[in-house]
């Protein structure tokens, strides 16, 4: 069987860090995970993060290496994948693949995001069905975990192309998903107006007015307060519970996000809001830096309203703002890093950048934002560092918020809703933070979330038995 060791090119863009060893259970595993799905780099390496974080684990309690738990848990339940034909304004038919990876059912019905861009490959959608599937359980709540998306790419298209290519999906998605099945929401490239076109595609064809079988829906018909806004503050929730195990806090703080879409907009708000200053932020073409602060009115209009170039912003925003095309944005010195546009954005390089320049604490918007090494040189410099699995859990708990007003046909006002996050925030952190200080790494929150998100996804599968 294949060894990932050090420099041996396995994954596309994350190099893995030169490996501990691992218990030979946790091995058997991880060659079983490498030979079963190959050229699958970004799901390699959100495996072998969570493997690593579990030695000490099945050292401890052995029963972790029986029933091939650890097999089953790297093994989704099911993988669905099917076409998605459409045409466009001009009447040109595309052909789309899509995909549903139904990762794990232990703690209740798949949940997880939909995510619509060309990168989009069943390695992809893999990793993250495997990595929501332990954020999922340390949210506390009643969710299995899963993941979708397709390769389509929503840039440049109209609403009406946007819109029949939703209804396509939907029209084969529908009969793998429902309320107590299987329940998509937003990620990448899919925000409010996509999970409308989905959820009425849906309701027509079930007939049925199933609010639960989708998270993120309009508030006007089934929607939550504090959804749109959850990921991006309850990512900044952590972060301050986590400034505050050393006594330290968000004002006056430099802080640099990366992305500009549904979580980075959010995070700034949050993170201004408390006093920060956000110097930073970025699309796929490049970041723009603004001594005075972002304004976030205008990075709206322009990225949210528009769904438009950041290049603009600097544009508008005249001598105070500067545009760099391509570059690395966190060359851009500061105190706090929120990663929050996609996954190995934030490199070995990138870390020794931010180090030099004086950062104290890493937290991750998006999901698997910084490569293994990266990782590595954050914690060995004594960076806060908080894995995407334990500090963008906002978003997916506030959809089970949004699933329980469903099932109760009630809607809560915007503070209390906010205040619920707050506090599975703090829960999230104290999971995390027991977890790691129980298995003597005190402040390690990868460990910390990869164990505890484990332990409680294991003992459901063995209470449940050989399934
Ligand atoms: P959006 O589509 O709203 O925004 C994505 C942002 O990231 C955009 O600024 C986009 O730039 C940029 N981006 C996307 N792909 C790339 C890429 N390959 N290289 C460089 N920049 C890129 O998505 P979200 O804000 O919802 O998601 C951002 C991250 O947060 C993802 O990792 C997602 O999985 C994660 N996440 C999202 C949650 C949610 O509730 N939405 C919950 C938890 C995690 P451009 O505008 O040029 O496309
Ligand atoms: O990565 C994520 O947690 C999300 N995209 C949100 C999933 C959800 O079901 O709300």
Redesign the pocket.
């Known amino acids: 069987m294949m060894l990932v060791r050090g420099s041996e090119p396995v994954p596309k863009h994350g190099k893995l860090p030169p490996m501990t060893e691992l218990h030979p259970a946790l091995q058997s595993a991880y060659d079983t995970v490498l030979s079963r799905n190959g050229g699958e780099a970004e799901f390699h390496q959100a495996v072998h993060e969570v493997l690593e974080s579990l030695n000490p684990v099945v050292r401890r309690h052995p029963q972790y290496a029986d029933r091939a738990i650890l097999e089953r848990i790297c093994e989704p339940e099911r993988q669905i994948i099917f076409r998605v034909p459409w045409s466009d304004d001009r009447g040109r038919i595309h052909i789309n693949r899509a995909f549903r990876v139904e990762f794990n059912s232990a703690l209740g019905p798949y949940k997880g ?1 939909l ?1 619509f ?1 060309p ?1 989009v490959y069943l390695g992809i959608i893999k990793f ?1 069905g495997f990595e929501q599937t332990f ?1 999922n359980a340390l949210t506390g709540l009643p969710i299995g975990g899963g993941k979708g998306g397709s390769d389509f790419d929503p ?1 440049g298209r109209s609403d009406g192309e946007v819109m029949r290519f939703c209804q396509s999906l939907m029209t084969e998605l529908y009969r793998h998903i429902g309320e107590y099945t299987d329940v998509p ?7 409010g107006r996509e999970i409308g076109y989905l959820f009425g595609q849906y309701k027509r064809i079930t007939n049925r007015y199933e609010s639960g079988v989708l998270t ?1 829906k309009g508030i006007g018909w089934g929607g939550s307060l504090v ?1 749109t806004e ?3 503050y309850g990512l900044v929730y952590f972060l301050q519970q986590m400034l505050g195990t050393k006594k330290a806090s968000l004002d006056g703080r430099r802080v640099v996000v ?8 959010h995070a700034i708000e949050k993170a201004q809001e408390l006093g920060a200053t956000v110097l930073a ?5 490049g970041y723009v830096v603004d001594h005075k602060g972002i304004d976030l009115a205008l990075l709206r209009e322009i ?1 949210v309203a528009k ?1 438009g ?2 290049a603009e912003y600097a544009a508008r925003r005249g001598a105070d703002a500067e545009y760099v095309p391509g570059g690395s944005i966190w060359n851009v010195p500061c105190e706090v890093a929120l990663p ?4 190995n ?1 934030l490199t070995e390089a990138d870390a020794a950048a931010l180090i030099q320049s004086g950062v104290i604490a890493v937290a991750e ?5 910084c490569t293994p090494d990266a990782i590595r040189a954050f914690q060995s410099a004594g960076v806060l560092y908080a894995p ?1 699995k334990a500090a ?5 708990a506030t ?1 089970a918020l949004e699933m329980q007003q469903n099932a109760g046909r009630d809607s809560w006002s915007f503070d209390y809703t906010d205040k619920r996050l707050g506090e599975i925030m703090v829960a999230v952190h104290e999971r995390c933070a027991a977890a790691a200080a129980d298995y003597g790494q005190p402040g390690n929150y990868a460990m910390g979330a990869n164990i505890s998100g484990f332990v409680h996804v294991a003992d459901a599968m063995m209470a449940q038995g050989l399934i």
Do not use: F, W, Y
Request: charged share 20%; aromatic share 0%; glycine share 22%.
């Open positions: 995001g995510r861009h990168s993250l954020k840039k929401a937003g990620d990448i490239g899919v925000g993120g959804r959850a990921t991006g990366s992305g500009s879409g549904n979580v980075a907009v932020c970025s699309d796929s073409a990225k769904r170039r950041i929050c546009a996609t996954q954005e918007g998006a999901n698997m934002p995407g963008n859990a906002g978003g997916v959809s």
